[in-house]
Structures are given as structure tokens and as C-alpha cells.
């Protein structure tokens, strides 16, 4: 047996609970938006072979311009609330344009039963650690896969994550991975409510990460963070560093762009990780000078100012919408910054999310499928629609 699988069976049978299978019922094919060519981004799909079964991952590839070889970053995404198979694809924009800005290849695959991707999200029930480790397998087939590429430098390569994709990420540093020189946990963890005492068991799981630990690590927790209180935040951190992990806390405060856990996915929050991972990464043996002059994009649409038309969360005052575009909307609600959400008065909709060119992207996605204008509804909290006496909305964009 391998030490890599050696690792992962010790702390599956410490954990001690069966799996459960959460089987994924109906999917939705979510509307792309605008690819970025500035990062010459691509989708690509990820062989994954199992004993029983062979499926595939959706994933997102950004990668600077030339041959390479490139350093690797792999970004772990979150897990929204709901059925996985609904979730968009995750894109990180803003962190991805900053790594390949410093010459990363940077690849987000979405994991087994999430958006596009084949097979099942597994829970593993309220045995959270098994969580981890069945999500990391999805990490070692993507390593599998991207380190075999011509443009990959396969001896430089960092594992993130953010919130679900965190905990995954520390989860895999329980593994050896040729190459792999750092880990980075952005709010990382799993919040299982219906378990009694899943702090103590979510703390206590990454104690066993952290006695199989492989690799350095940087975490980043902030206080105003709505899946975990600060005190349990630390908690984390002690049974991961006294089971023997290393890890260097950023527990930075309040975070004033609302809500701490989605720091990693805003533009606001650059400045509290890149100067951090920049310095804990070149401790690793990484180069983290720009290389590459890529400008953030800008919206070509004009963005009306806000309007005192409904809150964000007052679904039902969208006009128009029909009960499949109000619960469009309501899943919408949910994702990350940037976003945009545009109608039209048939009864037609986009949105996008996670991506620096939301509006335009959303904009595009609801006249593909309308006969009549579409206009913004909302751009990240802020609803800006306005209508005019005579029925139809301001700022409308013509049907193309």
C-alpha cells in the first residue's frame, strides 16, 4: 500500500463512521459567462478514474501567455447551500487575474457532483474529516492531470481553498504530492448544523490533519465570518498546529466589505491576502515578482446608480419574473461578488456571478433568450432598476 493511501485508510478508520451517499437528482445547465482572454481562460474536463467508475471534472483554467513551464496553483471552491449540481462554476477571478499576473497557470476543478462535473457529491454524513479526504481525491486527479502537461512546471505548486474548498485543501495536505511546496486555507472548514457538536468534530478533524501533515500552511479568518465565530476559528487552528501541523494564523479582525468568509472571492480583499501570500509563498521557494502587465477588465454597460425600488432580498418584487426566474433569483442571491442579475418585461433573465465583466455577461445571457430589451436588476447588493411612466425600464440594452 502506499503512504499516500496508507495516510488516508489511518484516518478514515480513527474517524470511524460509514459514508453516505448524497445522490444528486436533475441538473441545470448554467449559463457561461464572458470568458476572459486576458488570462486566456478555458473549461476543460479532468479525467477522475475510480475502482467502480470513471467521470469527469468541469474545470477552470487561466494561464499567462508563452509556453511555459508555469508554477500551478490550484483553487478549491466552496459549497453553496443547496443541491451541488446546481452550483455555477467557480472562476475566482480577481485572485486568479493577481497569480497569473505573477506568471501561475491557475486551474479551479469543481468536484465530483458539483455544476458540470460527473458522479455524486458524497457528505460522508456528520463524519466531517472523510468529507475532506474523499474531496482531496478530486485534487489528486488534478494534479495528476495538469502536472503532465507540457506548460506546467511540475515541481512548483501551490494548493488553496476557500471555505469547503479550504477544509479540502487541508484535508489533501494529509497526502504526499511530488511538487506540491505550500498550502493556503482562506476560511476553510465544512458548518454541519444538523450534526450535534460539529464544532468540536470539525476542530477535532483538523487535529488529524494536522498529525498527517505534509506541508506549510497560511490560514486566513476574520471575525464578522458567518459560517465560523472566532473563538472556533482558533480552535481549528490549536488542534491543528498541537497535533503537529504547521500553519501560520491571519486572523484579520473585521472584515468591512460585509461578511469575512467571502474575503478570498472580492477585489476588496486583495490587500488583506496578497501581500501574505506573496511573502509566504516566496519563503517557499516560489518567484512572486509580476511578470505579466494584465489590467483588470471594465464593464462596458453603464451601471445606473441604486434605486429605491426593493431590497436585494425582496424576491418577489423583481417584476416580471415568472416562478423559475424567481428561484433563479433566489439561488442567484447566493453567489459571489461580482454579480449582476438583468430581466426583461417577457419574462426573460441572466445572471452572472464571479466575474469582473458580471453586468455585461449578465446583460448578454438575458437578450440571448429575449425578444425585448433586458435591463440590470441588481449589481452585487444593490437593486437599480428603475421604471419609467410609461412600463418600460432605463438603461435598457437593444435586442441584438
Known amino acids: 500500500m502506499s ?91 480577481y485572485a486568479a487575474r493577481e497569480l497569473v499576473k505573477r506568471g501561475f497557470a491557475v486551474v479551479i476543478p469543481m468536484r465530483e457532483g458539483f455544476s458540470k462535473s460527473g458522479g455524486s457529491y458524497i457528505s460522508g454524513g456528520c463524519n466531517v474529516a472523510s468529507n475532506g479526504l474523499l474531496q ?26 476557500q471555505s469547503h474548498g479550504g477544509f479540502t485543501t487541508m484535508a489533501f495536505g494529509t497526502l504526499v504530492y511530488s511538487g506540491v511546496r505550500a498550502l493556503v486555507n482562506f476560511a476553510g472548514g465544512l458548518r454541519q448544523d444538523q450534526c450535534p457538536g460539529w464544532e468540536g468534530t470539525l476542530a477535532s478533524a483538523f487535529g488529524k490533519f494536522g498529525a498527517a501533515a505534509q506541508y506549510p500552511s497560511l490560514w486566513f479568518y476574520g471575525d464578522n465570518d458567518s ?18 501541523g504547521k500553519a501560520r494564523l491571519i486572523a484579520f479582525g473585521i472584515y468591512s466589505n460585509g461578511d469575512a468568509h467571502g474575503m478570498f472571492s472580492q477585489r476588496q480583499g486583495l490587500p ?20 505579466f502587465d494584465i489590467p483588470s477588465r471594465r464593464p462596458k454597460a453603464t451601471i445606473p446608480p441604486p434605486s429605491l ?35 426583461s418585461a417577457a419574462g426573460n433573465y441572466g445572471w452572472s456571478a464571479d466575474n469582473d465583466l458580471a453586468v455585461d455577461s449578465a446583460l448578454e445571457i438575458c437578450q440571448r433568450k429575449s425578444t425585448t430589451p ?24 437593444g435586442a441584438k
Not at 136 to 160: N, R
Not at 272 to 291: A, H, S, Y
Open 3 to 93: 503512504k499516500m493511501k496508507h495516510i488516508r485508510q489511518n484516518i478514515l478508520r480513527k474517524t470511524g463512521c460509514a459514508l453516505l451517499a448524497a445522490v444528486a437528482l436533475g441538473a441545470v445547465a448554467a449559463d457561461e459567462p464572458l470568458f476572459d482572454t486576458s488570462l486566456n481562460e478555458s473549461v476543460i474536463k479532468i479525467p477522475k478514474r475510480g475502482t467502480f467508475s470513471n467521470i469527469e471534472l468541469e474545470t477552470t483554467v487561466f494561464k499567462p501567455p508563452g509556453d511555459g513551464p508555469f508554477p500551478l496553483a490550484v483553487i478549491n471552491h466552496g459549497k453553496a447551500a443547496g443541491n451541488p449540481v446546481f452550483q455555477a462554476r467557480a472562476r475566482y477571478s
Open 136 to 161: 482531496a481525491e478530486d485534487v489528486v486527479a488534478t494534479l495528476d492531470y495538469m502536472t503532465a502537461q507540457s506548460y506546467i512546471d511540475p515541481k512548483h505548486i501551490v494548493v488553496m481553498g
Open 227 to 244: 459560517y465560523w465565530s472566532p473563538w472556533l476559528y482558533q480552535q481549528m487552528h490549536k488542534s491543528y498546529t498541537t497535533a503537529g
Open 272 to 291: 488583506i491576502w496578497l501581500p501574505e501570500v506573496e511573502r509566504f509563498l516566496t519563503e517557499q521557494g516560489f518567484d512572486m515578482n509580476v511578470k
Open 309 to 343: 425600488w426593493a431590497a436585494a432580498n425582496e424576491v418577489d418584487k423583481a417584476p416580471y419574473l415568472r416562478e423559475p426566474g424567481r428561484q433563479a433569483y433566489r439561488e442567484f442571491l447566493n453567489r459571489a461578488k461580482p454579480r449582476a442579475f438583468a430581466l
Open 374 to 397: 433586458c435591463q440590470l436588476y441588481l449589481v452585487d447588493d444593490d437593486v437599480v432598476w428603475q421604471e419609467s411612466a410609461g412600463g418600460a425600464a432605463q438603461d435598457s440594452v
